[in-house]
């Protein structure tokens, strides 16, 4: 597992969890500022960014788990302030229902940690056993598409900017981790994954008293504000809210100089 170390190391850790078909570089633009006070961990899931790529391996939520409490271990951290963004919810939530007296406070951008049935056809068709293993795998259509699908402010996504989203996800071999995190969504009530996840949301209560900032983009389909930021009130009700109306999933990539000042409020805020 490849990760970023920034800022001192005596610094309260700012750990930041990607999802899919991102990675670390989604952060990029907030890590140079957080790590000047903070000490941000930002690592790439397995199969993901510049992390190992194994062919024969258990992707699925609960690995992913494992894995962010196996780095979190190795490298001692407590009093964490946990970022997390799409399947970064599921995993990052995952690892603080499990052990919550290491991590003090929340910042949320579109994502989940808990299951609702609103799951859009086109990533019902990407799950399939063969159509989808050629889309994602074959034509990196997954990746390729969210970086103009994933945003509100298509002129962001620069030729640069888009190598950089892809550059990890060069060939089938590479696309491994982004077919299996789609074919891991619990569709099913008997899909295993369906499980964890509803553990993880049994669980979430025991996390109410912590501070929480929710930052979202409005234009997000598939993490829509009427139900997904709607289930973050209803378990975190007293999480502080800012809604993004002309930023897409990728609300980080549309929104980060507004993002930015208002993080650094929090952290410093709660901190105090």
């Keep these: 597992m490849h990760f970023l170390d920034e ?15 991102t990675w670390s570089y989604y952060y990029r633009t907030l890590i140079p500022s957080l790590s000047r006070t903070y000490r941000v961990i930002v690592p790439d899931h397995v199969g993901c960014g510049f992390s190992d790529k194994p062919q024969d391996y258990a992707y699925t939520l609960e690995q992913h788990i494992r894995n962010l409490e196996t780095l979190i271990s190795h490298l ?23 052990h919550p007296d290491t ?12 299951y609702l049935p609103a799951v859009p056809w086109v990533l019902r068709v990407a799950r399939s056993p063969v159509l989808g293993a050629v889309l994602l795998r074959g034509f990196n259509a997954f990746a390729g598409l969210a970086v103009w699908l994933g945003v509100g402010h298509r002129d962001r996504m ?4 888009r190598s950089g989203y892809l550059a990890p996800y060069g060939n089938w071999h590479d696309r491994i981790a982004i077919y299996r995190f789609v074919q891991d969504i619990p569709l099913a009530a008997a899909h295993p994954t369906r499980r ?7 669980a979430l209560p025991s996390l109410c008293g912590r501070p929480m900032l929710i930052l979202w983009g409005a234009k997000d389909f ?10 973050w009130r209803e378990r975190f009700p ?20 507004r993002i930015l000042p208002l993080m650094q409020a929090f952290l410093g805020r709660v901190e105090a």
């Design 103 to 114: 991590v003090d406070r929340f910042v949320i951008f579109n994502t989940s940690a808990f």
């Design 76 to 98: 001692g951290l407590r009093h964490i302030t946990l970022v997390v963004h799409d399947w970064g919810g599921a995993i990052g939530m995952g690892y603080a229902t499990r």
């Design 196 to 202: 964890t996840v509803d553990a993880i949301d049994r």
């Design 7 to 21: 800022g001192p190391r005596d610094g309260v850790p700012v750990v930041m969890c990607h999802g899919n078909p």
């Design 222 to 231: 598939v993490f829509t504000v009427k139900d997904f930021l709607a289930g």
């Design 238 to 257: 007293g999480a502080e809210v800012h809604i993004f109306d002309d930023a897409g999933h990728y609300v980080v990539e549309d929104a980060h100089e």
């Design 158 to 161: 620069t030729q640069e900017v």
